[in-house]
């Protein structure tokens, strides 16, 4: 695969944003084409996307397309699906199409089918969130479960955290979830300040049951049991890989679910990972019509054209504003309170997956790929921070909104009109006025506008709504790493930090076990605060 | 004042930027000074900020502390605490500090001294509290409060929501807080399902009592409250400016706070805006101590020269590293679960304050202003977006980390250290590696580092702490907006979104009495999503 960078189309693009960044082409200016207007939304499935606030013309979109084209990503799409190797630097396949796949099509990894085995544990974790529910499995003391902590890193939860989040309202099974993902002792007291231990269920989510975080928060919940005079055995679940130490008799527990080294962290929330305590909080056919509105935006990335494909043209729009107008962030603001951890997830999918220097071929690029993703909840964002987005530093915006909202049946009318109907009107306007800008009477009111912005409209925030948001970002991630060529699945960047950390964890260790060790081989910045660490 | 980038100093220190961005000045090489190095640490009342890993010489300190004395920040910041008029496109005094202010020294706003009532209020809070706490006032049906909703916009929760999450090992009261900041009905359908109405308190915070999102929530709080048999003069208090239409007889409540109109939404913590709800949930006297903290931090702001002030080299460095070196980002940190509210609130503190285009005498700004600010707990931000920081974009990271935890007791050993002691190995690791990089064993390891970033450091996460901590923000953001000439009091940028909302929801205010309304006079983007709701 060709660096972009060295082609025709790319250079082409380049003139194009020249000539986009001419105060003719203000995006007022723009505006004025209804034909242009008109071209610009995508519909498929109860979601809509329109880039009609994008700094984009006709010429544009379809160049970024032959760009599409020229870099085959929807080939490389389809060779992800179908079980090809594309996390070639970790020789794995990418999969998590594929859990939530209902269909008895066969997906062959190394010339095995996967189906059988993700079949086996959605099964499982269906019969299993049953018996809790129905009181059949139950805590050490016989009390039911009511509050699940799930142990894990990073991957293994902000995603489970956005989906449980905006599914609240149909959590009717009395179980509160609780996430237990730093090894912050903070985050262990909050938590055990206000479960109650005798219904707490611990799900340990690890690939390799060997992460240092996870371990150390599982032997603190031990010892909490311990301590409540309760048997961990009857307290725990693992989700880990098959034969991994939390896969063994010598370490019983509830349950295993096994998860499978061809999805990673931060593309498994519908494997076991987010399966296992998204279905005990809302029910396993809740979880499975999440699942079936993924497999729907699945199909949808894998078979609709360039012209037709939403989370492809937004990959392209985003590929847009970041290299070719420079915009170096981008919000994502869901009009929407339950889609409040939304930003936080595809903070870590697409950062995570995109922030790489190198080709999955080993070139450097001489571009810069991940945009930084933030976000908050409209209209709390227009109080805090769209005084910059108007007036400051301009970044682009996802709007995001919901035509039916979830609890409508309580909302009452103020000036004529519902809360709901007053939340449109504030995000039509906002992504119109920071395109259009305004003189003002004064400087001090003065909008230079010209700034870009999607609508992503959702019919409802229905389970099946939920899994199709969530299989947008991680579609769109996918086809910008694969214009850039890079490999959205490694993340070798986490290996530095923990590698040093590894040396000073021991000079603690040391320290432990003598009260006189002088952190003499430790670095003289870390010594410092080694040494204010042991005095306090 | 002149404009910063017309004097001399600044064009000096684009220079050294330049010299700085030679690969002979990698972070790697200036850390080989260990006399630069020891001269990068400030310390003042339990607060260390150290900024060893930024990518500065002494020379540019020197530089940045004579831009500093150029635009006279300290005296300015002098004239805010003096009472006067440093909001001049509002012509307003921003007197925050006299919220935390204990001493006798009178603080004359249009030569009226504002302590007398400052105090007063707070002795109303104290009082107040203290008989909620006692049950000696109650809900209408005899019920002890248990649930606090504060209803209120941007400004006025975000900063309650930090200190009240990083306080949480204090609330000992029983009292739960919420937070209806959205006009958004899943914002009040969330809360509505999860509270005890009986027992719930509402704190309606409202300088004009006249806020549309505000009003609206309120209304649907009384409607809730007469659907459950309630009387809602028994259940609402307001934060309110004097004579406000929250402030009269004909509008009965249990209690009415005052807020002034030289404290601005997000400077408004330490006012009564954070101090009713902090006083119901953690105690009176826990809020006083995060008050102290508060003050003393404000003090050092004010009387430190430019040398050894916490907040005013922050403030120069986030200058140099947004300005001179580029970065458009800068991302928080926080090796402390209980702030995982800490970005938000400066997001909004900085980015609002900050994200300006004229300066405070109406003149255009070259250069951009506000930064992007964002930011998560770590550990979890390294196996999220620290991806991006390593091997992607670069942006400065502010790391902090506290000394002391506030579970310490609960915490257990694995691989020989505490839980605590691994955040600490992961946080000296993760800045060190940053700013040093690594060749790597492949070009998939390779980290080019030279990535700058902070580390500020408290003693604890006591009631005093947090209070430093939250006047580091704010000073830091003044000093910032001073350096440039802007004003860091006034939010004009909000308000074309909200002129042209008004449009949109007269359109469906009409459509709402009359269904063959068709639209016809609003723009044909927004009517596509008006027509669309309508449908839903």
């Known amino acids: 695969?060709?660096?972009?960078?060295?082609?025709?189309?790319?250079?082409?693009?380049?003139?194009?944003?020249?000539?986009?960044?001419?105060?003719?082409?203000?995006?007022?200016?723009?505006?004025?084409?209804?034909e242009r207007n008109e071209s610009c939304l995508l519909q498929y499935d109860g979601m809509s996307y329109d880039y009609v606030y994008q700094r984009v013309t006709p010429q544009i979109m379809a160049m970024l397309k032959s760009l599409a084209q020229e870099q085959d990503i929807c080939g490389r799409f389809k060779d992800m699906a179908d079980g090809k190797q594309v996390n070639n630097t970790e020789h794995r396949a990418a999969l998590h199409m594929a859990a939530r796949q209902f269909s008895d099509q066969a997906v062959l990894v190394d010339g095995v089918d996967a189906m059988p085995e993700i079949r086996r544990v959605r099964d499982q974790i269906r019969g299993f969130s049953q018996d809790v529910h129905a009181g059949r499995i139950v805590g050490s003391t016989g009390k039911p479960f009511r509050d699940v902590v799930i142990i894990g890193i990073g991957g293994s939860y902000l995603g489970t955290e956005f989906v449980s989040t905006a599914l609240q309202a149909y959590a009717k099974k009395g179980i509160r979830l609780h996430y237990l993902?730093?090894?912050?002792?903070?985050?262990?007291?909050?938590?055990?300040?206000?479960?109650?231990?005798e219904a707490t269920l611990w799900v340990v989510v690890s690939k390799s049951y060997t992460t240092a975080e996870t371990l150390a928060n599982e032997m603190l919940a031990r010892q909490f049991m311990f301590q409540k005079g309760l048997d961990p055995a009857k307290h725990i679940v693992a989700v880990t890989s098959k034969g991994s130490p939390g896969d063994r008799p010598e370490n019983p527990m509830l349950a295993t679910f096994h998860m499978f080294d061809f999805i990673g962290g931060r593309y498994s929330v519908t494997s076991a990972v987010g399966g296992v305590p998204l279905s005990l909080a809302l029910g396993y056919d809740i979880f499975e019509r999440f699942l079936k509105g993924a497999e729907s935006m699945d199909h949808h990335a894998l078979a609709a054209d360039e012209t037709a494909n939403?989370?492809?043209?937004?990959?392209?729009?985003?590929?847009?504003?970041?290299?070719?107008?420079?915009?170096?962030?981008?919000?994502?603001i869901p009009y929407a309170t339950p889609l409040r951890c939304l930003a936080s997830h595809v903070q870590q999918l697409n950062m995570e997956s995109n922030g790489k220097m190198v080709t999955a071929n080993g070139q450097f690029l001489d571009i810069p790929t991940g945009m930084i993703q933030f976000g908050e909840p409209g209209t709390n964002a227009q109080h805090s921070f769209f005084q910059l987005a108007h007036q400051g530093r301009p970044f682009p915006v996802e709007f995001i909104g919901i035509l039916e909202p979830q609890y409508a049946g309580l909302d009452v009318k103020t000036k004529g009109v519902t809360g709901h109907q007053e939340l449109w009107a504030n995000l039509l306007s906002q992504s119109m006025s920071?395109?259009?800008?305004?003189?003002?009477?004064?400087?001090?009111?003065?909008?230079?506008?010209?700034?870009?912005?999607?609508?992503?409209?959702?019919?409802?925030?229905?389970?099946?709504?939920?899994?199709?948001?969530?299989?947008?970002?991680?579609?769109?991630?996918?086809?910008?790493?694969?214009?850039?060529?890079?490999?959205?699945?490694?993340q070798f960047g986490v290996e530095l930090g923990k590698t040093m950390a590894t040396g000073i964890r021991e000079a603690m260790a040391q320290k432990n076990l003598d009260a006189?060790?002088?952190?003499?081989?430790?670095?003289?910045?870390?010594?410092?605060?080694l040494k204010q660490l042991y005095q306090s």
């Open 516 to 529: 006189d060790h002088n952190f003499a081989d430790v670095d003289p910045i870390s010594r410092h605060y």
């Open 434 to 490: 920071l395109a259009l800008g305004s003189r003002g009477n004064d400087v001090f009111r003065y909008f230079p506008g010209n700034r870009p912005s999607s609508l992503l409209v959702l019919k409802d925030l229905s389970p099946e709504r939920v899994g199709g948001l969530l299989s947008f970002y991680e579609a769109k991630t996918i086809f910008e790493a694969f214009v850039w060529g890079i490999n959205p699945f490694d």
């Open 181 to 197: 993902s730093n090894v912050d002792i903070h985050n262990f007291g909050e938590i055990a300040a206000i479960i109650d231990p």
């Open 1 to 34: 695969m060709p660096s972009p960078t060295s082609l025709d189309i790319w250079q082409a693009l380049k003139r194009q944003a020249e000539t986009m960044n001419q105060p003719d082409n203000h995006l007022s200016r723009l505006l004025e084409s209804r």
């Open 310 to 332: 939403i989370p492809l043209t937004a990959a392209l729009i985003s590929i847009w504003n970041n290299n070719f107008l420079g915009y170096p962030a981008q919000a994502i």
